[in-house]
């Protein structure tokens, strides 16, 4: 059974930094692209980051140079860098995993951890 399972969230003062983390199980990990997305009350999800099977990635224009997805295959894992946080980041973050290469969108993840709340005060 596929499974993600997201941490490393917390409240963090505007500028600080937090690391998300992933961990996945019952996939073949290495096979999947990764993402992650972020949902705040009243809002649609919205795409932050994803990376491909290896090394290519693409981020939400929101995030871009403040934001750094990586992974490690042999870990199973997908790691989300957060720097210079600003209380519009304030979300829920949730990981997925799909099939399609730098998809940007819900429908492109089929696989859904359960999210990790980061909230940064002013």
């Known amino acids: 059974q596929l499974q993600l399972v997201e941490s490393g969230g917390g409240l963090v003062q505007a500028g600080g930094s937090l690391r998300l983390s992933c961990a996945a199980s019952?996939?073949?990990?290495?096979?999947?692209?990764m993402a992650w997305f972020r949902q705040s009350p009243g809002k649609e999800r919205e795409f932050v980051a994803t990376?491909?099977?290896?090394?290519?990635?693409t981020y939400g224009d929101s995030v871009k140079g403040r934001f750094t997805i990586s992974r490690d295959n042999a870990k199973n894992s997908v790691y989300l860098q957060m720097n210079n946080l600003k209380p519009e980041d304030t979300a829920v973050y949730y990981c997925?995993?799909?099939?399609?290469?730098?998809?940007?969108?819900?429908?492109?993840?089929?696989?859904w951890g359960k999210g990790t709340q980061v909230t940064v005060s002013s």
């Open positions: 997925a995993a799909g099939t399609k290469f730098l998809g940007k969108v819900v429908s492109d993840y089929a696989y």
């Open positions: 019952g996939l073949t990990f290495s096979n999947y692209p």
């Open positions: 990376i491909s099977g290896n090394i290519f990635t």
